[in-house]
């Protein structure tokens, strides 16, 4: 059994990949408002400095997004308890590690998770493949969290 004592407050960001995705949404939103722009800017004979202000806008909004996504943590292990964001389906989003029964490795909807059942029935499904972090080493930190809480 292992004694490492868990980090006092453990971070965990969205993997690169799926950063790529959200940013990739946003720059095929920011083609579709450049196209209504541009059809409205020749429809009402506006001045081309519209487009200009629209794109700057644009470009603006994706250095915001991808600084955000980058900086945000997705999950966040603390001495009391863990959060959960930007995860859709994970069930509870918050808890304090004297509420959960356990953490396992499964497989919900054919998806690699880290599962943390709570006392009550409710869990949190944490999807090891939007992490920027190896699911072992993740797993790891939950288990010595959990460890640590329960002492």
């Not at 389906?89 to 918050?94: H, I, N, P, R, T």
């Not at 808890?95 to 943390?116: H, K, M, Q």
Request: aromatic share 6%; glycine share 6%; with cysteine.
């Amino acid at each position: 059994m292992s004694s490492v004592e868990p980090k006092a407050v453990s971070e965990y960001r969205l993997a690169p990949v799926v950063t790529a995705r959200f940013v990739g949404s946003y720059l095929v939103l920011l083609a579709f408002v450049l196209l209504g722009a541009t059809a409205l800017t020749a429809a009402l004979d506006i001045n081309a400095d519209l487009m200009v202000l629209v794109l700057g806008l644009g470009l603006l909004g994706l250095i915001a997004l991808a600084w955000w996504l980058r900086s945000t943590p997705v999950v966040q292990l603390t001495a009391a308890g863990y959060r959960v964001r930007l995860v859709r389906a994970a069930g509870v989003k918050e808890a304090r590690w004297s509420e959960v029964e356990d953490a396992v490795a499964a497989t919900p909807r054919g998806i690699e998770c880290v599962v943390l059942r709570l006392r009550d029935g409710r869990v949190t499904n944490v999807p090891v493949a939007v992490l920027a972090a190896d699911k072992d080493d993740f797993a790891r930190d939950v288990r010595e969290h959990l460890r640590a809480a329960s002492r």
